[in-house]
């Protein structure tokens, strides 16, 4: 999911498995992605769907990411990832990702054995990259997915969690630590928001984190609390994912009131 969220330009508790998805049916978020002097260098839209998969109901939660603008006639990419969750446990049990950087494409498969705390990962471009992966304890989300997730940790400067994220076939236990409060500002309004910061200090760093990158994401601090923006920073620069459009989920819209 590091190609999803990065355009490859650009009291502690658990996450437990009860835990309600932070995406409903119906709800959608689009972000603006700015890169150096690159202020509209891709998109990002998140959107969730409900299906049901061997008579369980799920939610599924697809990613699709581009290059846009001026940035695109240097740099053609396109990405689609999907992750389905079964609704009565939160777990998620599927996650795909199929991208096209140029003439390189790449189209992956991860299934989840809980039951055996093992993964099935296949690279149906590099099949010599399958493997079955051990999961260390926790229920796993992609990493964009979890970042949305925060929204319903109701955390407090100073708090933290931890969560197991996969980063394609590696599963990497990361602690989310709430930093404190900014003021961001939007295309939807200004929002006061909540900044939280996943680290890897479990274990030894590895990947983006063993090179001295760094993610983030503001959380609104009202009652739709909605991932505003998204930052990675890197040593060679910055990608920031603004919120820029967000569709509430279905069930809300059926519910509104339609009274002015």
């Known amino acids: ?78 990405a689609r990832a999907e992750s389905v969750f079964v609704n009565d446990t939160g777990r998620m049990i599927v996650h795909t990702e199929k991208s096209l950087a140029g003439r390189k494409p790449t189209d992956t498969v991860l299934t989840f054995d809980y ?73 939807l309004g200004t929002f006061n928001t909540l900044v939280i910061e996943p680290r890897m200090e479990k274990t030894a760093p590895k990947g983006m984190f063993k090179r001295g990158s760094t993610v983030r994401v503001w959380i609104a601090q009202d009652e739709q609390r909605l991932p505003v923006k998204f930052e990675v920073e890197f040593k060679f620069g910055v990608g920031v994912s603004t919120l820029t459009a967000y569709t509430p989920p279905a069930d809300a819209v059926a519910n509104a009131d339609p009274r002015p």
């Open 115 to 187: 039951s055996r705390k093992m993964a099935d990962y296949r690279d149906l471009v590099r099949p010599e990259k399958n493997q079955v992966v051990h999961l260390p304890s926790g229920d796993p989300m992609d990493l964009i997915t979890c970042l949305v997730q925060t929204r319903t940790w109701n955390l407090k400067p100073g708090d933290q969690r931890d969560v197991l994220v996969m980063f394609e076939e590696e599963p990497y236990e990361l602690t989310f630590h709430a930093l404190g409060y900014e003021t961001v500002r939007t295309p």
């Open 1 to 78: 999911m590091r190609r999803l969220l990065f355009l490859p330009l650009l009291c502690t508790s658990p996450l437990l498995a009860s835990s309600q998805l932070a995406l409903h049916p119906g709800e959608e978020l689009t972000y603006r992605v700015s890169w150096g002097l690159f202020a509209r260098a891709g998109e990002i839209k998140i959107f969730a769907r409900g299906e049901t998969d061997e008579s369980k109901p799920c939610t599924i939660v697809t990613t699709t990411t581009s290059t846009r603008g001026f940035l695109r006639g240097l740099y053609e990419f396109d």
